[in-house]
């Protein structure tokens, strides 16, 4: 279970020591002008996102930015990434079957997440969220998949996790 936790964390792999996102950085994946919130076109740049944060080859501070309170994650992700089980993992994707959008805020987004084409973790249901133009993978989706690998209670988790 702990590369699972490494693998959707995106803390893995993905060209080694990057400097930190800031809390505002814009994904290059997003235009000036914000991402649909609702209807096909949001649909699209959640799966879009979604594979992004999970690909341990796309750049650390890109993945970062993908994710709500990535900033918040920085620290944990550049210390899995230089572990050997960050390293294999840059190996990782994610294919998403459905989102459903549940707000103009929130969507709901049922998907797999695989290591090197073989599925890890399947029929995982997550949350996204739109902040500031940017649908992310939510926190909370985040956290739960810590959870997965380590001890809620653990300090192996994202401080952010551990609230």
């Known amino acids: 279970m702990a590369a699972a ?18 809390p505002r950085a814009k994904p290059p994946a997003a235009s ?3 991402e649909p919130s609702g209807g096909a076109g949001a649909v699209a740049a959640i799966t ?10 796309a750049p650390i501070p890109e ?17 899995e990434a230089k572990t050997p089980l960050g390293q294999t993992a840059s190996g990782s994707t994610a294919t ?18 695989l290591l090197l084409g073989t599925p890890l973790l399947k029929n995982q249901a997550g ?13 909370a989706t985040v956290c739960g998949l810590a959870n997965l690998a380590f001890s809620s209670s653990g300090s192996q ?6 609230k």
């Not at 879009?48 to 341990?56: H, I």
């Not at 998403?96 to 797999?112: C, E, G, K, L, N």
């Not at 988790?157 to 551990?162: G, H, Q």
């Open 5 to 22: 936790g490494c693998l959707v964390l995106a803390a893995c792999g993905g060209g080694g020591h990057h400097p930190a996102a800031s």
């Open 63 to 79: 993945r970062l930015a993908l994710a709500q309170d990535g900033a918040q994650l920085t620290s944990f992700i550049e210390k």
């Open 32 to 34: 000036a002008a914000a």
């Open 157 to 162: 988790l994202p401080a952010v996790c551990r």
């Open 96 to 113: 998403v079957s459905s989102v459903t959008i549940t707000s103009a805020a929130q969507a709901t987004v049922h998907y797999d997440v």
């Open 127 to 139: 949350v996204a969220v739109y902040e500031d133009g940017v649908w992310k993978v939510g926190i």
């Open 48 to 57: 879009a996102n979604w594979k992004t944060v999970f690909n341990g080859k």
